[in-house]
C-alpha cells in the first residue's frame, strides 16, 4: 500500500510516501504491515529523506 501526501512550498514540490510491508517484503495494508519506509522526494523524484522502522 502506498499512502502519499504533496506539499507545495514557497519554490518547490516534495511529496511524502509510506510503504507497508510484511516480515517476508510483500506489500500489504497497513493493517497487515509488520515495518515501513517513509521515503520524501522533489519534484524531480530525487530522494530528500528515507526512514524504515517496525510496526508494533
Keep these: 500500500m502506498l499512502k502519499s501526501n504533496e506539499n507545495i512550498g514557497s519554490s518547490r514540490s516534495v511529496r511524502s510516501e509510506i510503504r507497508y510491508f510484511d516480515d ?3 506489500p500489504v495494508s497497513r493493517d ?3 515495518w515501513a519506509v517513509v521515503r520524501e522526494v522533489d519534484e524531480k523524484g530525487n530522494l530528500l529523506f528515507e526512514a524504515q522502522g517496525f510496526i508494533d
Design 32 to 34: 497487515k504491515a509488520t
Design 24 to 26: 517476508e517484503l510483500n
